[in-house]
């Protein structure tokens, strides 16, 4: 009896003060702790756990919430959850997104933000979801840190309760190596098989006078760039296109496919300059995604559309679809449908159709059932706050079953911040959880100095390339005369694209440490040997007594689903 209520008595005080729990009555129980930083809060018995929550309410700005201040470290990453409830909807904006943010305020007076938790849609009827998520304190010293709950839009009360914020300290810090040890595993065994070589010799030939060379001439994996189809078009551009031809396989065009690219006055088609840089690509060996048939931020859409409701919004948007899907049939391997839902939807709120997300799967898996249909968001793997919610629409879509293939994962990473490879992974394993490949379709990051940005690049890169649900890595550009972030993204520079140390760095990896080339002496082999390659189009040479016998030459392919590769080599 007396041990029971120890054990009680333990248990609700680890509940109140749970381990490095950073916020103080995130239970609501009690006035006090909580700022109210809106027109009205009030403790109600309306809860999700406990005895109360805190209602919020009479609200003028989307922001306005309970928020409390917190002690921040340098560097380091805390993880955030709480609850929340609508008590009412907005009939204008199905799509409620609700967020717990974060407000750093610098000695200087300087301000900024950043999103620590997210759930989009939400609406009254889904009753108390959970926020969960994570957000990484700055380099520098912070005066104060201000964690509060924000979203809807204001006409719409809200309770919330169960907060929470721990610091991660299972999270090393991007400089700690020890994230290596694991994407080298992955590389190893998801981005290699083994060749195994078996040598035989006629009579007389003297074995030890025989050199095998095992090389890849081509990478399968997919690496990619956007492209920009103007410049890539220009007859004096034949620089920036040979670049692209030498070391690229897949390619995206930067806008030319986008709806008001395509269509920017209303049964006016302009498909042109896409289709010309495409089957200039693809007469190279190059691989295109389709990025994208809608874009659900209302600055993306063109005057024209966002003048269309109802059926009239359905049919533009269904023609649009079903021409463009027609016009690149065969042409793209890809198309993103909807891109960065996450963050906004106009189309859902202008039909007042929740669902209508669906419905565009629905439309252009029917136009193409043989094109891949992705997801593709921002924020989702250079920052935690919004992982779990893109995890979250992706099941959705998946469990509709209107032709989802992947989730296109966007990675522009936060200029200046040195990608943390544990992070990258712990973000990646999240949305991982949907079950379906995911591919890095945007990637870029900034840094001044070109030898911080090679370390950034490199470290982005494997930690991308070492996850196994990782199928295909694009970066959205190279070039610093066409980088929409400018010369501190790029990797090459001037009229001539002349690599800089990002650019080196880079190369290296794609074309040295991640391409296989090995030679063999059989004198120390022996005639029966195992090259672990990278999966690819490959040449194996021999040389005899010093010379290339041409006649012996072979070429073969490895791919993924072949564990073994069996390669005879007769020297006669
Ligand atoms: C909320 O606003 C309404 C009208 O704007 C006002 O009548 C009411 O008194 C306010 N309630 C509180 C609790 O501030
Ligand atoms: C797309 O192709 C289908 C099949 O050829 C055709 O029926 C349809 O009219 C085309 N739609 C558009 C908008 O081009
Ligand atoms: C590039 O980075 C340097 C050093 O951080 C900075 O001074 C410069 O303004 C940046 N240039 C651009 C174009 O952003």
Redesign the pocket.
Known sequence: MLVTLFIAVFFRMCIMYAYGELLKNGGFEAEGDWQCFAPHCELVTNKHTGQHAMKISNRTHFFQGASQFIHVEPSKTYAVSGYIKLLNDQPEHHSQMVTMAVEFTYSSGYKSYDTAAAHAPVLKSDGWVHLQGEFGAPRDHVKTTRIYFQGPHPSVDFVVDDASVTEMTSVPLPTDPSWRKQTDSVIHSKRMSNIQIHVSAAPGLNRNDVQIRVVQKKKSFPFGTVVNAPVYNRESQSKYRDFIHNHFNWAVPEGRLKWPAVEGHQGHDNFGPALKMINGLKSHGIKVRGHTLVWSSQFAIQPWVQALSGDKLRQAVE?HI??TT?ITHGLVEHWDVNNENLHGTWYQDRLHDPDYNLELFRIAHR?DPSVKLFLNDNTVVRSGGFTQAYLDMARKVKSANVGLYGMGVQSHFIAGRDPNPHLIKLRLDLLAQAGIPIWVTEMDLMAGDENTRADYYERALRALYGHPAVEGILLWGFWDQRHWRGVNASLVQGPDLTPNAAGRRVLDLLENQWMTDETHELSQSGDRFTVRGFHGDYELHVRYQGHERNDLKQTFSISPSQATHNVNVHIH
């Open positions: 023609h079903q021409l027609n136009a």
